[in-house]
Structure formats: structure tokens, C-alpha cells
């Protein structure tokens, strides 16, 4: 809680003198709690000290002898042998010393290709190209993968996920492997400001003439369309026009890197000197070489970024091909980013693709595509050619860990566990404890044990909740019963009769807390959205879902649950940003720093707002943004737009039994009255006879705070049917 108070300026967090000037919710704390004020006290004097050596992860360092006698090493503690040893010396200093480093890169995306194609193996072995190979990926003329990058359905592709990455591909469209090479290359801040990349679509397009500034020079810059964009080819022009050696074009690059004005200047006389005894004017070398000398400053190493764009080929290639294998592989790969689990989720949706629930019968450590079943996981009548269904992991539920999620497989292989009970006696409780097993059921992985279905398992959780520490004692009764089979016979420990709680006197969780306790076990709300409750009401206020949200000078209404919130330093001062999400898509809204001073209270995670805002493009993300100028909290909108409360009371023949409805009102109204009268809404009572209605609005000292709590307390008086706001 505290970290994320630390303002963050240009990718750094402030220091904590200056978050305390920047962030008042920071200095309130520390003034109000001794525990805040304690750890802010210890951190100060550790800001800005060195914490450790760094080490590169993949840095790898060659000398022609022994490495002491180039540069001091470093073992790091508590290793032994070679393992740990670091030079003490920085990528600099190494290179000055006449030590070659190779960096070599790990990358995630190369686990995911290998697991998504060891999957396709597995679940297809009737392929009739056989077993697939990386090999087979690496033709680089797939319609379909370009198809998936035209598109930008991008999410999951390597180096190309980004908004922005996505905006410049539906514009270049890309229809050939030297595009994709190119557009990694391209995107990134140089070539970016400098129009760069605007020239290679348009060229690329047909819109603008491409320039070769020399016919020898065509083969070269072809690929590219006359945009310098590699290192390389700044080589071969200097090659081809001005005769360098190999050596010395790398010489060139590396000068035109440093920009050390005397040896451009040293360069320039021998690249203008070359091409003067190669034939060619004065005026065009001179021109060549200050465009050398300009892209040169944005030049990226095609050899690099060709090896990424073999991997953003493969990943579009089985994201085209094998969707649910593919995303499930990477969803297994990110299983501890609850955030980017979430977004794939959305993603694979969005593709077509059904994400199935977790289920402690059916799902495995990792997500896994299920052949047979159809987006909602019902059997198909014809089963499709590939698989349309991602199964959930264990492995991604908050609070069970893969030791506890093998235990659960390996006890799963003797049969399907029952029920809870089952599931305890056969379980290593030691390995599945008991914040494992509230975990499990709170993200739904026991719902479809329910003898009435998945549905009622999932009204029920909160009984499976309370049942847990039952369980566990009967299993543990079984064991210790199981020990003492002598002194009854021979009976199987296991047809002992179990103890069952029935879910009387348990509260069951109402569609919010269930999402809620869901977005506890998960990260996020799985089985919907927060904001489905309250739609209804906020929808009469804020029509237009954040989908179909278009930029506008005045001020809109717009709804949404706040599902993110973080402080932002800007020149005007403090803001604050938040997520609005309204289970449609999410948007960002600012909350500047006058706004946020008068509303700051109401700025809660999980609450749903209405929000007056000014919609704008978002260069940044390529979506929308919005400028928060108005914000009201669902009980300030029924404030301002309900009429009243109406509750309904069927007349009692008796005095009574009249007598105690009215005694059951005036208690339940008392306790919803709010302080202020502002913040009262009137109560008007329908008595019904049978055929006749008579409305009474009662006095304002019945009037109530239409808060959620209040009409929930007020609808478990009188009946959920029986109380309702009426707006104008």
C-alpha cells in the first residue's frame, strides 16, 4: 500500500522527502499511524546507498588467459566453485580492458513456442503432416499469420503487443517477412520522432516515391523501400559507393555511433575521397554520407532484430493456426501475473475461444486447451477440427503453489474427488492446507461438485467455505479411526459415516461478494464483471458502454468500477489516474488535483462511479482518455435522481399484526437515516389490499441514505421484490 503512494516521475519513484510534499494521503499516514511513521523513519537514511552487485543475467566474458589477470572478480555469497563469480568491472570498463562480452538473452517466448508445440503434438497426433517442428514454422509466406498481424490481433506476439505497435501495423499491412524485420527496427523512439516510419508505410503503400539516390545502390536499399533503416546498410553503402573493406564500414558505423566530431570528420574526407575514385560527384557522396550520418543516429543491427522477427513470425503463425493451444501456453507462462492473466483471458475471448472455470476434477498445474467441447465447455455434437476451450490452471489460483497442485493430481488419479469431504480425506492436508483449499473454492474450482450443477455451486460457495474446517476434522477423524480397525472388525476407514454441514445458518454471498471473494482467489473477477449489479441504474445516466466511447470536446457521462488507481505527477501538480471498467472495455480516466482534493474519499477500488469527462486520444495507448470534471457515487446518483424509496406492504387484517409491520419500518428506517437531510432520499410505502394500492409518503424523518448496505438491510426486511427505488 505504502509503495504505490511513492509518486513516480519519468519511470522513477520520488524520494520519500519529496513523495511526502507530492502524495498528502503519504504524510497523513505517517502523522496518524506510529507503524507508517516507524518504517518511513528506517527506510530514509537506506535511500540512494548501493544494495548490492548487479549482475547481468546473460553476460558472458572471454580472455585470452586467465581472467585475474584482465579485471578483479566477484563471488557472490553463499555460492561455490565457478557458480556466482562476476567480473567487478562495468560493460564499459570490460570492453576497455580488451575483454569480448556476449550477451546472451533468455526469452520467454521461446518456453511458450516450445510448450504450445509439444501441446499441438500431444493433443493431435493424427496429423497428417505428422508431428509439428519448429522447422515447419520457418517458411515465412503464411497468409494466415500475416492475416493475424494485418489485423493486429497482436496480443501474445512477440515485440508487437503494444497499441501503438498495433496502430502502424494496420497501416503498413505487412505481407512479407522484410516488413516484419523492418517494423521492429522502426518502432522505437528515433525513427519514431524523426517520420521515419511514416515514410516506409507510405512508400511501402505506393504514396510516396521511393528514392535509391543511386541505381547501384537499388538491391541494396530495395528491401526497405529508400528508407535507411539498418546498420548494415549504412556498411554497404559505404561499401559500395566509397570502396571500404568490411573493416572498415564497421569502423564507419562505429564512428557515426559515437559521433565524436573528429572522427567524422577524419571519415567524411575518406568516404568523399572513395567516391570520388569510384566515379561519382562530390554532391552525392557528400549527400550520402549526411544521410548515412542521419540514419546512422536511428540505425538498428538487422542481424538482431531479423532473430526477433523469426519469433514474432512463429508466434503469429500459431496464434493463426493453433489459437487455443498457443494462448494456453502463454497463459501458463504468465500465470503469476494475475493482470496479464486477466488480459490474455479477454484475449482469448476475443478470438473465439471459451476459457472454462478451474475444476479440481478437470484442470491441470497449467492451462490447457480441451479438445471436444465447445466455447461454454458443453460436448460438442461435431467435434472441430481444433480446440475451441482453455481450461484454467490450478497453478494460477492465489495461495496454492505447484507443490500443493501435484498433490491434488496425484490423489485425483485413484478417481474424481465426490465432494470436499472426499477431496480432505484423500489429500496431503500437510501440502493442501486449508488457505489452499478456501482458495480453490473461492475461485469455483468445486462448483461443478454441486448435485444441482455448476450454477448452484457457485451460489453455494460460501457454504463449501464454512464446511472446510469440518472437513478437515473428519478426515483427520477417518485417519485416526483408521488406526483402531480392530476394535471394529475389519471396516474400511473409508465407509465410515462423514459428518455433513447443511448450509443452514450460513450466509450466502451475494453476486458482489462473490465476485469479490473470486477476485481474492484469481486476481481479478473471472465470472463477471462488478459492474453488471449496478448497471441497470447507471446505464440510465451514462447510455454509451466504454466500448463505444468516441472523443468529445463537452463532457460526457460515463460509468464504470474502479479497478485501478495510482498518483501521477504532472506540471499542474498531483493527479490521479484511474481505471474505469464497465465490462465492456476499460478506460483511463485523470482526476486532477482540485478534483481529487474534494472527491479523494470516494476514489475506492472495486466501487462503481459516474463520471462527467471530456474524451480524448490517448497517443500513448492508441485508446481513449478521459478528463474526469464531475464525479458521483452510485448512492450520490440515487440521491440526485430518485424520486423515492417505495416499499411494498400487503394490509394485515389484524391491529396486530399491523402493528408490528409498523414497528419492523420505523426500526428499519431509524437505522438507515443518514446525518445530513441532503443525503436523505424520501420513503413512500405502497400498502397493497388485493385489489386496491394506497401510497403514503412518510415525513422526513423517515427519509434514508440510499446507500447499497441500507437498501440490502431494508430488502432483507421486507422481501428483495418488495423494495425499490423509483427514479424521475
Request: proline letters at 5%.
Amino acid at each position: 500500500q505504502l509503495s504505490k503512494l511513492i509518486p513516480v516521475v519519468q519511470n522513477k519513484p520520488l524520494s520519500l522527502k519529496e513523495a511526502r510534499e507530492k502524495e498528502p494521503i503519504l504524510a497523513e499516514r505517517e502523522q496518524k499511524e506510529d507503524e507508517v511513521r516507524e518504517l518511513l523513519a528506517v527506510a530514509e537514511p537506506l535511500e540512494d546507498l548501493t544494495r548490492n552487485i548487479g549482475m547481468h543475467a546473460g553476460g558472458v566474458l572471454i580472455a585470452p588467459g586467465r581472467l585475474t589477470d584482465f579485471c578483479p572478480l566477484y563471488q557472490a555469497p553463499g555460492s561455490e566453485g565457478a557458480d556466482g563469480v562476476v567480473s567487478m568491472y562495468d560493460k564499459d570498463d570490460v570492453e576497455a580492458a580488451g575483454l569480448v562480452k556476449f550477451d546472451f538473452l533468455g526469452l520467454r517466448n521461446l518456453t511458450i513456442i516450445q510448450l504450445a508445440v509439444e501441446t499441438i503434438n500431444r493433443l493431435y497426433p493424427e496429423r497428417p503432416q505428422g508431428p509439428l517442428k519448429l522447422d515447419d514454422l520457418n517458411g515465412f509466406d503464411d497468409p494466415a499469420a500475416y492475416t493475424v498481424l494485418k489485423e493486429a490481433n497482436t496480443t501474445a506476439i512477440f515485440q508487437v503487443e503494444s497499441q501503438g505497435m498495433k496502430r502502424y501495423l494496420v497501416k503498413l499491412q505487412p505481407d512479407r517477412f522484410e516488413d516484419i524485420i523492418a517494423m521492429l527496427a522502426l518502432y522505437r523512439p528515433g525513427p519514431l520522432n524523426s517520420g521515419m516510419v511514416d515514410d516506409f508505410i507510405l512508400r511501402k503503400r505506393g504514396q510516396q516515391k521511393v528514392d535509391y539516390f543511386h541505381e547501384d545502390l537499388k538491391e541494396c536499399l530495395s528491401p526497405t523501400y529508400g528508407v535507411i533503416v539498418y546498420q548494415e546498410q549504412v556498411m554497404q553503402i559505404a561499401q559500395i559507393m566509397a570502396g571500404y573493406t568490411l573493416g572498415g564500414a564497421d569502423l564507419l558505423r562505429r564512428a557515426m555511433g559515437k559521433k565524436k566530431p573528429e572522427e567524422m570528420a577524419q571519415q567524411r574526407s575518406i568516404f568523399l575521397e572513395g567516391a570520388q575514385k569510384k566515379g561519382h560527384s562530390t554532391a552525392l557522396a557528400t549527400q550520402l554520407f549526411d544521410l548515412m550520418e542521419k540514419f546512422a543516429e536511428y540505425g538498428f543491427n538487422k542481424s538482431h532484430t531479423a532473430a526477433y522477427a523469426v519469433i514474432t513470425y512463429q508466434t503469429a503463425w500459431l496464434k493463426a493456426h493453433y489459437p487455443a493451444e498457443f494462448l494456453a501456453a502463454t497463459l501458463s507462462s504468465e500465470m503469476d501475473d494475475t493482470d496479464k492473466v486477466a488480459f490474455l483471458v479477454q484475449d482469448a475471448k476475443a478470438n473465439g475461444l471459451g476459457v472454462l472455470a478451474p475444476d479440481i476434477n478437470r484442470s491441470q498445474y497449467r492451462f490447457e486447451p480441451v479438445r471436444g467441447v465447445d466455447e461454454q465447455g458443453l460436448p460438442q455434437r461435431e467435434p472441430s477440427e481444433r480446440a475451441r476451450a482453455i481450461r484454467y490452471g490450478l497453478g494460477a489460483v492465489r495461495g496454492v503453489g505447484e507443490s500443493a497442485v501435484q498433490n491434488i493430481l496425484a490423489a485425483r488419479e485413484q478417481g474424481p474427488f465426490r465432494d470436499l469431504f472426499d477431496f480432505c480425506a484423500r489429500v496431503d492436508r500437510r501440502v493442501v492446507n486449508r488457505r489452499a483449499m478456501e482458495a480453490l473454492v473461492k475461485a469455483g474450482a468445486f462448483d461443478a461438485l454441486h448435485p444441482q450443477g455448476t450454477r448452484a455451486g457457485r451460489a453455494e460457495r460460501a457454504v463449501l467455505v464454512s464446511q472446510i474446517a469440518l472437513a478437515c476434522q473428519a478426515a483427520d477423524d477417518a485417519e485416526a479411526n483408521a488406526h483402531q480397525g480392530g476394535l471394529f472388525g475389519d471396516a474400511d476407514p473409508a465407509s465410515l459415516p462423514t459428518a455433513r454441514l447443511g448450509q443452514a445458518q450460513v450466509q450466502l454471498y451475494s453476486p458482489r461478494e462473490t465476485l469479490l471473494e473470486e477476485k481474492t482467489a484469481l486476481g481479478y473477477c473471472f465470472s463477471g464483471s462488478l459492474f453488471d449489479s449496478v448497471a441497470k441504474e447507471l446505464r440510465r445516466y451514462a447510455g454509451t458502454p466504454l466500448v463505444r466511447a468516441v472523443p468529445s470536446r463537452e463532457p460526457l457521462w460515463i460509468a464504470g468500477v474502479v479497478v485501478d488507481s495510482r498518483a501521477q505527477m504532472t506540471k499542474r501538480g498531483m493527479m490521479r489516474v484511474i481505471a474505469l471498467d464497465d465490462g465492456s472495455a476499460r478506460m483511463e480516466v485523470t482526476v486532477f488535483n482540485e478534483l481529487f482534493e474534494s472527491r479523494r474519499s470516494v476514489l475506492k477500488v472495486d466501487e462503481p462511479l459516474l463520471v462527467s469527462a471530456r474524451i480524448d486520444n490517448d497517443e500513448f495507448s492508441g485508446g481513449l482518455r478521459g478528463s474526469a470534471v464531475e464525479i458521483l457515487t452510485l448512492t450520490e446518483v440515487r440521491l440526485r435522481h430518485a424520486k423515492a424509496l417505495a416499499i411494498r406492504l400487503q394490509a394485515q387484517a389484524s391491529d396486530r399484526a399491523a402493528r408490528e409491520i409498523i414497528d419492523r419500518l420505523r426500526t428499519a428506517v431509524a437505522a438507515a437515516r443518514p446525518p445530513l437531510a441532503s443525503q436523505a432520499c424520501p420513503v413512500v410505502v405502497e400498502l397493497h389490499t388485493g385489489q386496491e394500492v394506497c401510497s403514503m409518503r412518510l415525513g422526513p424523518g423517515f427519509a434514508i441514505s440510499p446507500s447499497d448496505e441500507n437498501l440490502s438491510a431494508l430488502a432483507q426486511a421486507f422481501g428483495p421484490d418488495e423494495v425499490q427505488l423509483v427514479y424521475v
